[in-house]
């Protein structure tokens, strides 16, 4: 018991534990629409792009800022690619690399400019035992707004997603939804920022929901077991970090590959000794 409650002693522990519910339970509710919309490459671009935000906000006001200034250009390249992709001759992922990559180059160069006293890894790779007290209220009102805006538009989301022409048949406006899905997007790596960096963040995104859509089908089965999962993952990763001195980020997002891979594998061999018993019980009634 020592073993589990000693990472959660102080109160900047306390803090990063909470900080690290949250996007256990709003990375993967996030996710489970990235990956249905095939958005995952949106998301890898997106948490590279906020380096720009962050840099000028650390520049201008402080560490206090950062994650404002980070969601600020998440929500400005959310904006930029659905005006972008309004023209059909350009492909949606073109799109996203053009501004994507232009973002990213734009934040490594306002980094270079930022005291150098600030290492590029802090934004890389999370700073979760850094999350002051704003930031995690910060957190928790992105994460609050984000769930309900889900839970909300749940059934819109399913029809906009699965079904365009129903959803305009039965008035769904699908894309003002396809513009507050990369808004969303955009939050939840904001989100994420403080936990496992701007390089790890689709690990948390994608990696749980893949690992439940391994095993269910409906999107609401999805969601509830990603959501199990990423709790899981992000409290062990929290706590394996802590007792083997190691970075929480990359911590947390080995952890989520490792659970992925093996949940894979037995998921294989569990389908393969399905389907050679149901092949040999049919060669035994012919």
């Known amino acids: 018991m020592h073993w589990l409650l000693d990472p959660f002693q102080s109160d900047f522990s306390q803090r990063a534990g909470i900080v690290c519910l949250m996007v256990g339970v709003l990375a993967p509710v996030v996710g489970t629409w ?6 995952a490459y949106m998301g890898d671009a997106m948490s ?10 650390f520049a201008w006001f402080g560490t206090a800022a950062v994650l404002p200034g980070a969601l600020v250009a998440g929500i400005f390249m959310a904006v930029v690619i659905h005006l972008l992709s309004q023209n059909r001759r350009i492909a949606h992922d073109s799109i996203i690399a053009v501004v994507g ?28 035992l850094t999350v002051n007290t704003l930031d995690m209220w910060i957190t928790f009102a992105l ?29 769904v406006r699908a894309q003002r939804l396809d ?13 994420c920022l ?12 994608i990696t749980p929901t893949a690992t439940a859509r391994l095993f269910f089908n409906r999107v609401g089965s999805i969601t509830r077991a990603a959501v199990a999962i990423g709790l899981s993952e992000v409290l062990v990763g929290f706590i394996v970090s802590y007792h083997a001195d190691l970075a929480p980020g990359p911590t947390i997002t080995l952890i989520t590959t490792v659970v992925f891979i093996i949940m894979y ?22």
């Open 179 to 191: 513009a507050a899905m990369l808004v969303l997007l955009a939050i939840c790596v904001v989100v």
């Open 48 to 57: 590279h792009s906020l380096l720009g935000g962050v840099a000028l906000a």
């Open 194 to 205: 403080s936990t496992v960096g701007t390089v790890l963040t689709v690990s948390l995104l």
């Open 101 to 128: 990559s232009g973002m990213f180059a734009f934040g490594v160069l306002a980094l270079g400019k930022v005291d150098t006293s600030v290492s590029l890894t802090h934004f890389l790779f999370g700073q979760l």
């Open 34 to 39: 990235v990956s249905l919309r095939r958005l």
């Open 265 to 286: 594998v037995t998921q294989f061999a569990t389908s393969d000794r399905a389907y050679v018993h149901h092949t040999h019980e049919h060669e035994h009634h012919k």
């Open 143 to 171: 994460t609050i707004g984000s769930l309900f805006f889900v839970w909300f538009r749940f059934e819109d989301l399913k029809i906009a997603t699965f079904d365009r022409d129903h959803a305009t048949q039965v008035g």
